[in-house]
């Protein structure tokens, strides 16, 4: 089964650097949503990616930024890290921007940062 | 502002009870109401979800949930409770431009 699928699965990085997470979605999903999930706490929405253009955002910094690419892939930055940014980061596929047929989460990617 | 109440940090059952996880909403129109399920250092995986239609959903794993409308809630049931059920447990409706916003979980533990 072709799920959603990121990488790295693991990361840990330094307080001021930049960092990229990819994300491939579901075969036949064309939306790639992106989630930052705190120690403890629900996920947050982050901003969502449809058509290569950032659709929506959610209450997140300039610091984060993404891409989506021709093939549907997306790519997660995140500049100026800060320990606060420590948290699963989850991606999530869906089919057409308003995920009637509803959404399927990666295994996400775990950043520390020190 | 859209919203998802999980009032219960923890719920604690004995293997073999029926279980609920609670669950109330806040939305405006009608809703589209999500559970998942996460295992420790997992993503989240899909159990079930409310579009429209019946007000009892069936879902993977044997849970289903029950959508009431008058007390905006959408409760996760199980007639019979699994030791490895055991899991953190989000409750998720849909926003207005199609995000999720998620509950703050509830960690089901289930005793042999």
């Known amino acids: 089964d072709a799920g959603v699928t990121q990488s790295p699965t693991h990361l840990i990085k330094t307080r001021g650097q930049q960092v990229t997470l990819r994300c491939s979605p579901k075969s036949g999903h064309d939306t790639v949503s992106w989630y930052q999930q705190a120690l403890g706490q629900g996920p947050q929405f982050i901003f969502q990616?449809?058509?290569?253009?950032?659709?929506q955002r959610g209450n997140f910094p300039d610091r984060f930024s993404g891409h989506q690419f021709p093939n549907y892939s997306s790519e997660l930055n995140v500049n100026a890290l800060l320990l606060g940014d420590s948290a699963l980061y989850l991606c999530a596929s869906s089919y057409l921007l308003r995920g009637t047929y509803g959404y399927t989460f990666g295994s996400g990617t775990r950043l520390t940062v020190v | 502002a859209q919203s998802v109440a999980q009032p219960e940090d923890q719920v604690n059952v004995a293997e073999g009870n029926p279980l609920t996880v609670k669950c109330t909403y806040s939305v405006s129109g009608n809703p589209y109401l999500f559970w998942y399920v996460q295992y420790p250092n997992r993503g989240l995986q899909f159990l079930l979800k409310?579009?429209?239609?019946?007000?009892l959903v069936k879902g993977s794993y044997g849970f289903e949930a029950e959508f009431n409308k008058s007390q905006t809630s959408f409760h996760l049931k199980k007639p019979s409770a699994l030791v490895s059920d055991s899991a953190l447990y989000f409750c998720a409706v849909r926003g207005s431009q199609g995000n999720l916003i998620f509950g703050k979980g509830t960690k089901l533990s289930v005793k042999p």
């Open positions: 409310y579009i429209t239609g019946d007000n």
């Open positions: 990616y449809y058509e290569e253009e950032e659709r």
